[in-house]
Antibody, heavy 122, light 108 residues
Framework: EMYLVESGGGSVQPGRSLRLSCAASGFKFEDFAMHWVRQVPGKGLEWVSGISWNGEDIGYAASVKGRFTISRDNANNVLHLEMNSLRREDTALYYC???????????????WGQGTTVTVSS | SYVLTQPPSVSVAPGETAKISCAGDNFRPKSVHWYQQRPGQAPVLIIYYDSDRLSEKYERFSGSNSGNTATLTITRAEAGDEADYYCHVWDSISDQEIFGGGTRLTVL
């Protein structure tokens, strides 16, 4: 069985930082591109960032570019999202998702975690 | 940035066929993927690369892409199909993954 388990969410003040992690199991992590997707409760899905299988290709949504950094550790099957200069509008449930292919330019995200909640508030 | 437009809601009677559209501004040729999200759950990929099913569990679900509009079709609708449905594409101009705003399917 394939699993993605997110961690690292919490409550933080605007301007502060937070690091999310996603632990993968049940599949060969290094064979797949990975993504972070967020969702404000009651709202739609928003892609945040993606990274290719080897970490060489990375993409960010315009809303987080320059503030968030995605990375992966293939040796330990972990995906990270470093979030700096957090804003109230970053408040959301953050999902980790596996792509169906190894590169960016997604052909669909076929494995999802249950998400970790980030709340940015003073 | 590129925008995908979905109807906010679609209603269907049990046993009938529901169609959910996904339109892009100057819809560029691209592969469209579809997700089902039930309340309180993570999204599930049901159609990828326009019309491929991830599992035969979703054999009542099909996708099409005319080049201007993509459509998710659900035949013989059941109460268990009630969920939010999202379309998704890769926009090569902005190098970003784009999700539609989502459609709430109600089976009356």
């Amino acid at each position: 069985e394939m699993y993605l388990v997110e961690s690292g969410g919490g409550s933080v003040q605007p301007g502060r930082s937070l690091r999310l992690s996603c632990a993968a199991s049940g599949f060969k992590f290094e064979d797949f591109a990975m993504h972070w997707v967020r969702q404000v409760p009651g709202k739609g899905l928003e892609w945040v960032s993606g990274i290719s299988w080897n970490g060489e290709d990375i993409g960010y949504a315009a809303s987080v570019k320059g503030r968030f950094t995605i990375s992966r550790d293939n040796a330990n099957n972990v995906l990270h999202l470093e979030m700096n200069s957090l804003r109230r509008e970053d408040t959301a449930l953050y999902y980790c998702a596996r792509d169906t292919r190894e590169r960016l330019n997604s052909y669909g995200m076929d494995v999802w975690g249950q998400g970790t909640t980030v709340t940015v508030s003073s | 940035s590129y925008v995908l437009t979905q109807p906010p809601s679609v209603s269907v009677a049990p046993g009938e066929t529901a169609k959910i559209s996904c339109a892009g501004d100057n819809f560029r040729p691209k592969s469209v993927h579809w997700y089902q999200q039930r309340p309180g759950q993570a999204p599930v990929l049901i159609i990828y690369y326009d019309s491929d099913r991830l599992s035969e569990k979703y054999e009542r679900f099909s996708g099409s892409n005319s080049g201007n509009t993509a459509t998710l079709t659900i035949t013989r609708a059941e109460a268990g199909d009630e969920a939010d449905y999202y379309c998704h594409v890769w926009d090569s101009i902005s190098d970003q993954e784009i999700f539609g705003g989502g459609t709430r399917l109600t089976v009356l």
